[in-house]
T-cell receptor, first 113, second 114 residues
């Protein structure tokens, strides 16, 4: 799987948009970008994923650059409950051992009142 | 719908003891994973399985063993516990590729080896 680079930590004011960047400059054509988050002491939670088009769901939006070397997760109106570690992961979406899910260190997002 | 269930939630083990961390899922997922997370660190993949009877090593498999005799269960075995295995252990499961991307995680087992 391609490696990802994320900032160690970020702050955001409550009610504002949180934009979390991820660099994946060595991503290959068949690798997807996934985002998970982990609220303190809990198991990680899936947020969103995409290949090359921008994606949106009820939790967040994912913007992937045209060259696919970086992406941004957007939480449109951050709340205090969004304080968590956010993980950006790239992996293939085909079968066998390449489908394993490998985490990096992630970004600690702190939403401030 | 229970999702992924891990037992026990907490355990204190003495050095050299053995134990099995249980993980079961009721979503008929083929893929299952075991991770450990040390304080302040990210998740490290220990073992994973792509279906019943098939397992493979992850990043940090030493000191652990797994089996996958059924689709539902994926137990993790510690044979000779060491202080370095003090960690929080998470089990996860997911659909096969093309059937959905989301991985579901259990709430973790907090293990202390003294």
């Amino acid at each position: 799987d391609a490696k990802t680079t994320q900032p160690t930590s970020m702050d955001c004011a409550e009610g504002r948009a949180a934009n979390l960047p991820c660099n994946h400059s060595t991503i290959s054509g068949n690798e997807y970008v996934y985002w998970y988050r982990q609220i303190h002491s809990q198991g990680p939670q899936y947020i969103i994923h995409g290949l090359k088009n921008n994606e949106t769901n009820e939790m967040a939006s994912l913007i992937i650059t045209e060259d696919r070397k970086s992406s941004t997760l957007i939480l449109p109106h951050a709340t205090l409950r969004d304080t968590a570690v956010y993980y950006c992961i790239v992996r293939v979406n085909s079968g066998g051992s390449n489908y394993k899910l490998t985490f990096g260190k992630g970004t600690l997002l702190t939403v401030n009142p | 719908n229970a999702g992924v269930t891990q037992t026990p939630k907490f355990r204190i083990l003495k050095i050299g003891q053995s134990m099995t961390l249980q993980c079961t899922q009721d979503m008929n997922h083929n893929y299952m994973y075991w991770y450990r997370q040390d304080p302040g660190m990210g998740l490290k993949l220990i073992y994973y399985s792509v279906g019943a009877g098939i397992t493979d090593k992850g990043e940090v498999p030493n000191g652990y063993n797994v089996s996958r005799s059924t689709t539902e269960d994926f137990p993790l075995r510690l044979e000779l516990a060491a202080p370095s295995q003090t960690s929080v252990y998470f089990c996860a499961s997911s659909h096969s590729p093309g059937q959905g991307a989301e991985a579901f995680f259990g709430q973790g087992t907090r293990l202390t080896v003294v």
